[in-house]
């Protein structure tokens, strides 16, 4: 199954990319449905954003367990599954009445799917399909995250607009339903299942074993072994903060909070897709520049730059023009280039068998942090009725985890040797 002189495990990648992309879409769906959701029945602020908080939470907590799944049955197979219960669950969603039912639809099934189809699928491919220019492909399957929003949230915020949320749900899901084809046609579970090695692997490179073991007694394993090294609670914690502020904090929020300052949804919405252009760009960067330069510092550079954004973006709601395009740009290129970084630091720390599992730990933590970001951020709306607190704490902690992750890898607790920083070429 040669393309030409392409080797298959681009064709696999850019199928993955397309997948997560629409994933993305999926997930920034929520954010122009707060305030529909509110209008029509009645429901506050935080009320809506407790399901969304379900959905990022299970989106996380599914990770290392749908790690464990495309170990024993193939990533082929678990992304079809995965993308048949998101297709279901968001054409659910027209039918809802009550709250249950929005945490039902969107929250758990739509959590769980997602979950599936998530940083641990791009993880999982690149592990297995590379073994040069990891840092790259998983820069670009990242990024597909911001080019998700790209595309979907502005054509999102006109269908509200002009059509209301309901013909929303219909599109996402439709769309979902339109990719499954492609899994099934494009993906392979491994090189070998097309006769060939991984994309730089040496000719005499030992097969990807298919795993033997319980997928919940590997999962929970993997979790054993990296819970002993320090560097892996330390990324976990970092990643904890990431999830509050982005996917939690302003995925969720910003349009809302743009709607509450005068700011038409369509134009919020073009906010977070511009977001998404530097994202692109921003992710894509941080993949090339893991293979290259000391991963921690790249890290202390992201999230510092992340919380002088958000302490920022008070003032850009006070400024006329410039405010939130310039907080757009600033904050859009470091949105989520921490997770190269990050999944290159976990493979050093827990080791390359381990390391698409303990990654996905790893984004259960991020999407822990989501969800409380997310409900936190509803909650001081709804209290005090401003996002003002919300964005201040966000920056703090940011800064924070800015100094955190200089300690990776480093001091008198570690259990590994010295992390080389540069990948084979």
């Given at each position: ?10 064709v ?5 990319f ?10 920034a769906t ?12 009645g429901w ?11 959905n990022?939470?299970?989106?996380g ?7 464990a799944l495309?170990q ?5 197979r678990m992304?079809?599954v995965?993308?048949?219960?998101i297709a279901?669950?968001?054409a ?10 929005l ?5 758990v099934?739509?959590?769980l799917?997602?979950g599936t ?10 592990q297995?399909?590379?073994?040069t220019?990891r840092?790259l ?24 607009e002009?059509h ?10 439709g769309?979902?339903a ?6 099934a ?7 070998e299942?097309?006769?060939?090695k ?6 005499d490179a030992?097969p ?7 997928p ?5 394993g993997?979790?054993?072994r ?6 892996f ?10 999830g ?48 290259r330069?000391d991963?921690?510092?790249?890290l202390?550079?992201?999230?510092g ?22 907080f757009?740009?600033?904050?859009g ?7 190269p970084?990050?999944?290159r ?11 698409p599992i303990?990654f ?6 991020h999407?822990i942090?989501a ?9 001081i709306?709804?209290?005090l009725?401003?996002y ?10 940011c ?15 570690r ?7 540069a990948a084979?070429h």
């Open positions: 199954m040669k393309t030409g002189r392409l080797h298959y495990a681009w696999v990648a850019a199928t993955i397309v997948v997560l992309l629409c994933a993305a879409g999926v997930r929520p954010s122009v449905f707060i305030v529909p959701l509110e209008r029509e029945f506050s602020r935080a009320l809506v954003s407790s399901a969304v908080s379900v990022l939470v299970l989106y907590l599914v990770g290392p367990f749908a790690a495309m024993k049955f193939g990533i082929r992304t079809l995965s993308l048949c219960v279901v669950g968001v659910l969603t027209n039918f809802i009445h009550a709250p249950w039912q945490v039902l639809f969107w929250g099934l739509v959590g799917g997602t189809t998530a940083m641990v699928l791009g993880a999982t491919v690149v297995r399909w590379f073994v220019r840092g492909v998983m820069g670009l399957l990242t990024a597909s995250t911001a080019t998700g929003q790209l595309v979907f949230l502005p054509l999102l915020a006109m269908l509200v002009h209301g949320w309901r013909a929303v749900s219909f599109t996402v899901a769309v979902v339109v990719i499954i084809p492609l899994v046609l494009f993906v392979r579970d491994r090189p299942d097309v006769g060939l991984p994309f730089g692997a040496a000719p030992e990807v074993k298919v795993s033997t073991v319980n919940l007694a590997n999962a929970l993997a979790l054993g990296a819970s002993r090294h320090r560097d609670w330390l990324l976990a914690g970092s990643f904890f903060i990431c509050a502020t982005t996917n939690g904090l302003v995925g969720t929020h910003l349009i809302p909070a743009c709607m509450d300052h005068g700011i038409p949804e369509v134009r919020a919405a073009g906010l977070l897709a511009v977001m998404g252009i530097f994202d692109l760009v921003g992710t894509t960067a941080s993949g090339w520049m893991s293979d330069f991963n921690r510092w790249l202390f550079w992201y999230y730059l992340r919380g002088i954004a958000l302490l920022y973006l008070p003032s850009a709601f006070e400024m006329s023009l410039f405010g939130l395009p310039l757009a740009v600033f904050y290129l470091d949105w989520i280039a921490t997770v970084p990050t999944v630091l976990t493979t050093q720390t827990v080791g390359a068998e381990d390391g303990a996905g730990w790893v984004v259960a933590a999407q942090g969800g409380l970001g997310a409900l936190g951020a509803g909650v709306r709804t209290s009725e401003t003002t607190p919300a964005w201040v704490v966000a920056g703090v902690i800064l924070g985890a800015a100094l955190v992750v200089l300690r990776i890898g480093r001091g008198p607790a259990t590994e040797p010295v992390m080389s920083t084979p």
